[in-house]
């Protein structure tokens, strides 16, 4: 009997294992394996160069510039989405007024909640295309409009937006707008996350913290923010390989995918354009199995320093 | 409270979506790089004559896949009717899209269309299409008795069009459109201030400070895509250091940025951007050309296709005429030549499984018929000389005197063809030039490093261009 429902189960089983090594595990492995070759892409000629294109990877300036870039979305896209979503979530949750009816989210927090995952529906490209009109750089744009009728903005003179190369704070300005978009299509996704865990901790804790006098500032940082660790320790991955992506946003709104000027580039673009601008596909791949293993490395990273007990209720 | 082992249910779950999600962002580009292995084909050809140049099989199939972009693919439909009057038996299976290489790159190495126009922002690379012998050379096409005059396809083609798509000596791109680029302006507007439009930089400089007194920005450019100012660019260095300076540019050649006559092209835009003769923003092709219709500026450089692009939108009383690109002044080397050349190439796969029936479907569309309702659907001129013989389309027509009072040469420019490299440099610093972040001098600084580079780069096939 028992044997019976483990053929059963295998039966059900092997098709979709099998299309997954047939389309995702075997790409993979052919991307290695053309990562040693000249590959162009579009003829069957290739030559084994060995590792040549690693070798080239650490000398190209333009993969060096990418990598940074790659790294302050890495840093900025987690925090400052995970810090929104808990800010978010908290006043959605327990952040309301403190009366007989105990532990509740501000006024209308249902509505919110809708409304902040909102973004989380839309795809990618459309969200883009939504931000070229928001971004657009003259009088016609959101923002540049209403700026301009504020007379906050000259009219000879509207923000550029993703045109904008000069450094804010060491990095250049299209990143940080192109990071305000990352995090407003983030952070509702993750606000409803951290809401499910800030629900299942039981309100008695909370209320015996209140008890005692704890303010929202304390109850959020001594309880809800360590009770929530797991998750957001997920989250922060989760955002990691948002962070390391970032290609549609990039693709679709900057100036020749990367710029102005190569300011926005990052390592998806530089793949792109080596593979079907430039036509060295060996070398683009070799960018591709070195980003996979930064990301496995880093993921493996992030999971084991926030490994920890537990605490179950 | 109680501490649990280290793996529960809920854990385990967790770490299973983490690592599914862990693959997703490389899943997509790694999987763009792979491939499969190619399939080998035999053209089954019939037998071939004078009528069925290329042994075209009868009750064969045939793939085509059309760019659907400023030109729209109506035209292409016609085409598709001439072809079939002559061969009913052979099926046509015509498709048309705006993402070429999205579609087609990954059945170049396998299973490709017999015939792709590969057009538009998603191109296909060409020198990386000859160098990976991806594509098939046409020489043999040239050589066919045309469609439906006398000679040869080559002698029913425009000057120009031959050359634009011979790669390494082989002719490997049919260019089908003939575009003529240039300053459009508003006829009607300049016909009632009484502004000529200005053939040099210095009769600008003249005519901006009226044009500003109207409200109106003298210029305005796509500022997205990089190779619209790079066209206006270009033509202005030719213009200015004549023809044998831009061949020494595409021929990578020592120093050549540094030639008499370009810097001062250059540094005529470096002004246009510091006098701020530009409408302010940062607009698309689309939007800025939109805004010369709402007459916001008085000067946009673009293309013959505009007119189509725009179509649905010109204003009545609107009257779009072409003029020529500026050079610096009086003392330029190539003051008349015109920048037009063929344009949206179509080229036939090495591995296309109906290679006889692709050729004879560009006969098709390079025949006086086909060529004639091509100019009449598109407002542009095709390749096939006389085509815009009967069209009574008045922007048409302004290019069409143009190209008559044009000079020696035509401005062509390779070095984008050539090298991705310096085609990506040379855009983006064209925009860095026209956002004022560049000087002229920075340019050539810039443009002359980026040509080293590439001359000195093994892994680059070289190319080189005599005419």
């Given at each position: 009997?028992?044997h019976?429902?483990a053929r059963f189960?295998?039966?059900?089983l092997?098709?979709?294992?099998?299309?997954y090594l047939?389309?995702?595990?075997?790409p993979?492995?052919q991307?290695?394996g053309y990562?040693?070759?000249?590959w162009g892409?579009?003829?069957d000629?290739?030559?084994f160069v060995?590792?040549?294109?690693?070798l080239?990877l650490?000398?190209?300036?333009?993969i060096?510039?990418?990598?940074?870039h790659n790294?302050?979305?890495?840093i900025?896209?987690?925090f400052f989405?995970?810090?929104?979503a808990l800010f978010?979530?908290f006043?959605l949750?327990?952040?309301?007024?403190?009366d007989k009816?105990?532990?509740r989210g501000?006024?209308?927090s249902?509505?919110?909640?809708v409304i902040?995952?909102?973004?989380q529906v839309?795809s990618?490209?459309?969200v883009?295309?939504m931000w070229?009109?928001?971004y657009?750089?003259?009088g016609?744009?959101?923002i540049?409009?209403?700026?301009?009728?504020l007379?906050l903005?000259?009219?000879?003179e509207?923000i550029?937006?993703?045109?904008?190369?000069?450094?804010?704070?060491g990095?250049p300005?299209?990143?940080?707008?192109?990071?305000l978009?990352?995090?407003?299509?983030g952070?509702?996704f993750y606000?409803v996350?951290?809401?499910?865990a800030?629900?299942s901790?039981?309100k008695d804790v909370?209320?015996a913290?209140i008890?005692?006098?704890?303010?929202?500032?304390?109850?959020f940082f001594?309880?809800?923010?360590?009770l929530l660790?797991?998750?957001?320790s997920v989250a922060w991955?989760?955002?990691g390989?948002?962070a390391l992506?970032?290609y549609?946003?990039?693709?679709?709104?900057?100036?020749?995918?990367?710029?102005?000027n190569?300011a926005?580039?990052?390592?998806a673009?530089?793949?792109n354009f080596?593979?079907f601008?430039k036509g060295?596909f060996?070398?683009?791949c070799a960018m591709?199995?070195?980003l996979?293993?930064?990301t496995?490395l880093?993921?493996a990273?992030q999971?084991?320093?926030?490994?920890?007990e537990?605490?179950e209720? | 409270?109680?501490?649990?082992?280290?793996?529960?249910?809920r854990?385990l779950l967790?770490?299973?979506a983490a690592a599914?999600l862990?693959?997703?962002p490389?899943?997509g580009?790694?999987s763009?790089c792979?491939g499969?292995?190619?399939?080998?084909n035999?053209?089954?050809?019939a037998?071939?004559?004078?009528?069925?140049?290329?042994?075209?099989?009868?009750?064969?199939?045939?793939?085509?896949?059309?760019?659907n972009?400023?030109?729209g693919?109506?035209?292409?439909k016609?085409?598709q009717a001439?072809?079939?009057?002559?061969?009913p038996?052979?099926?046509?299976?015509?498709s048309s899209?705006q993402k070429?290489?999205?579609?087609e790159?990954p059945?170049?190495?396998?299973?490709?269309?017999?015939?792709?126009?590969?057009?538009?922002a998603?191109?296909m690379d060409?020198?990386?299409?000859?160098?990976?012998g991806?594509?098939?050379?046409l020489?043999?096409?040239l050589a066919a008795?045309a469609w439906?005059s006398?000679?040869?396809v080559?002698?029913?083609?425009?000057?120009g069009?031959v050359s634009d798509?011979?790669?390494?000596?082989k002719?490997f791109?049919?260019?089908v459109a003939?575009?003529?680029?240039?300053?459009?302006?508003?006829?009607?507007?300049f016909?009632r201030e009484?502004?000529a439009?200005?053939?040099?930089f210095?009769e600008f400089?003249?005519?901006?400070?009226?044009?500003?007194?109207k409200?109106?920005?003298?210029?305005?450019?796509?500022a997205v895509?990089g190779?619209?100012?790079r066209?206006?660019?270009?033509?202005?260095i030719?213009k200015?250091?004549?023809k044998?300076?831009?061949?020494d540019i595409?021929?990578?050649k020592?120093?050549?940025w540094r030639?008499e006559?370009?810097?001062?092209?250059l540094?005529?835009?470096?002004?246009?951007?510091k006098?701020?003769?530009?409408?302010?923003?940062?607009?698309?092709h689309t939007?800025?050309q939109?805004?010369w219709?709402d007459?916001k500026?008085?000067?946009?450089q673009?293309g013959t296709?505009?007119?189509?692009?725009?179509?649905a939108?010109?204003?009545?009383?609107f009257?779009m005429?072409?003029?020529?690109?500026?050079?610096?002044?009086?003392a330029d080397k190539?003051?008349?030549?015109?920048?037009a050349g063929?344009g949206?190439?179509?080229?036939?796969?090495s591995?296309?499984p109906?290679k006889?029936a692709?050729?004879e479907?560009l006969?098709?569309v390079?025949s006086?018929?086909?060529?004639?309702?091509?100019?009449?659907l598109?407002?542009s001129?095709?390749?096939?000389?006389?085509?815009?013989?009967?069209v009574q389309?008045?922007a048409?027509?302004?290019?069409n005197?143009?190209?008559?009072?044009a000079?020696s040469d035509?401005?062509?420019?390779?070095?984008?063809?050539f090298?991705?490299?310096?085609?990506?440099?040379?855009?983006?610093?064209?925009?860095?030039?026209?956002?004022?972040?560049l000087?002229?001098a920075q340019?050539?600084?810039k443009?002359?490093?980026?040509?080293?580079k590439?001359?000195g780069?093994s892994?680059?096939?070289?190319?080189?261009r005599?005419?």
């Amino acid at each position: 009997m028992r044997h019976g429902v483990a053929r059963f189960v295998t039966g059900f089983l092997a098709l979709p294992v099998g299309l997954y090594l047939f389309y995702v595990v075997w790409p993979f492995l052919q991307a290695a394996g053309y990562s040693l070759t000249d590959w162009g892409g579009y003829s069957d000629r290739q030559q084994f160069v060995g590792l040549d294109n690693y070798l080239r990877l650490f000398s190209d300036e333009l993969i060096r510039k990418a990598f940074w870039h790659n790294v302050f979305f890495l840093i900025t896209v987690p925090f400052f989405t995970i810090a929104l979503a808990l800010f978010l979530a908290f006043l959605l949750n327990v952040g309301g007024r403190e009366d007989k009816a105990g532990i509740r989210g501000v006024f209308g927090s249902g509505l919110y909640k809708v409304i902040f995952f909102f973004p989380q529906v839309l795809s990618l490209v459309v969200v883009a295309v939504m931000w070229q009109q928001i971004y657009r750089a003259d009088g016609q744009g959101l923002i540049n409009g209403v700026l301009m009728k504020l007379g906050l903005v000259s009219p000879d003179e509207p923000i550029t937006f993703m045109y904008d190369p000069e450094p804010f704070l060491g990095v250049p300005a299209v990143l940080w707008w192109l990071l305000l978009i990352a995090v407003w299509s983030g952070a509702g996704f993750y606000m409803v996350l951290f809401s499910a865990a800030m629900q299942s901790i039981p309100k008695d804790v909370f209320e015996a913290a209140i008890l005692d006098g704890a303010g929202r500032f304390h109850t959020f940082f001594r309880i809800t923010l360590p009770l929530l660790r797991d998750t957001v320790s997920v989250a922060w991955v989760y955002l990691g390989f948002i962070a390391l992506d970032m290609y549609a946003l990039v693709f679709v709104m900057t100036p020749s995918q990367g710029g102005p000027n190569h300011a926005s580039e990052i390592f998806a673009s530089v793949l792109n354009f080596t593979a079907f601008q430039k036509g060295q596909f060996g070398y683009a791949c070799a960018m591709g199995v070195a980003l996979a293993i930064f990301t496995i490395l880093l993921a493996a990273l992030q999971l084991r320093i926030t490994r920890r007990e537990r605490i179950e209720y | 409270m109680s501490v649990t082992p280290d793996l529960d249910r809920r854990t385990l779950l967790r770490r299973a979506a983490a690592a599914g999600l862990l693959v997703t962002p490389a899943a997509g580009l790694l999987s763009a790089c792979a491939g499969s292995t190619p399939d080998q084909n035999d053209d089954n050809d019939a037998e071939k004559s004078n009528d069925n140049p290329f042994g075209l099989q009868d009750g064969s199939a045939v793939k085509v896949v059309i760019f659907n972009g400023g030109l729209g693919d109506a035209w292409a439909k016609e085409d598709q009717a001439i072809f079939s009057a002559k061969h009913p038996n052979v099926t046509v299976n015509m498709s048309s899209t705006q993402k070429i290489k999205t579609e087609e790159q990954p059945k170049m190495a396998t299973q490709p269309s017999d015939l792709i126009m590969n057009s538009g922002a998603d191109l296909m690379d060409l020198s990386t299409l000859v160098n990976e012998g991806a594509i098939e050379p046409l020489d043999d096409l040239l050589a066919a008795p045309a469609w439906d005059s006398e000679g040869t396809v080559a002698d029913s083609l425009l000057p120009g069009t031959v050359s634009d798509g011979t790669f390494q000596g082989k002719f490997f791109v049919v260019y089908v459109a003939f575009t003529v680029w240039g300053n459009w302006y508003n006829g009607a507007l300049f016909d009632r201030e009484g502004w000529a439009p200005p053939k040099t930089f210095e009769e600008f400089f003249t005519l901006a400070p009226q044009i500003k007194a109207k409200g109106i920005a003298p210029y305005v450019y796509d500022a997205v895509h990089g190779y619209y100012p790079r066209w206006a660019l270009m033509a202005s260095i030719w213009k200015s250091a004549g023809k044998q300076a831009v061949v020494d540019i595409d021929n990578l050649k020592e120093n050549a940025w540094r030639a008499e006559g370009i810097l001062p092209a250059l540094e005529a835009w470096e002004k246009l951007v510091k006098d701020k003769l530009v409408l302010p923003g940062k607009l698309d092709h689309t939007q800025s050309q939109q805004a010369w219709l709402d007459g916001k500026a008085a000067f946009i450089q673009v293309g013959t296709w505009l007119k189509n692009e725009m179509a649905a939108t010109i204003p009545p009383g609107f009257e779009m005429k072409l003029s020529d690109y500026w050079g610096v002044s009086a003392a330029d080397k190539a003051p008349k030549d015109v920048f037009a050349g063929a344009g949206e190439g179509f080229v036939v796969p090495s591995k296309a499984p109906n290679k006889a029936a692709a050729k004879e479907f560009l006969r098709a569309v390079l025949s006086k018929a086909g060529s004639a309702k091509f100019a009449e659907l598109t407002k542009s001129l095709a390749s096939t000389k006389g085509s815009g013989d009967n069209v009574q389309d008045p922007a048409l027509a302004t290019a069409n005197e143009l190209m008559k009072n044009a000079g020696s040469d035509l401005i062509s420019v390779k070095l984008w063809d050539f090298y991705a490299d310096l085609d990506k440099e040379s855009q983006n610093l064209s925009q860095e030039l026209m956002a004022g972040r560049l000087t002229a001098a920075q340019f050539v600084d810039k443009m002359q490093a980026a040509a080293d580079k590439v001359a000195g780069d093994s892994s680059i096939t070289k190319q080189t261009r005599n005419v």
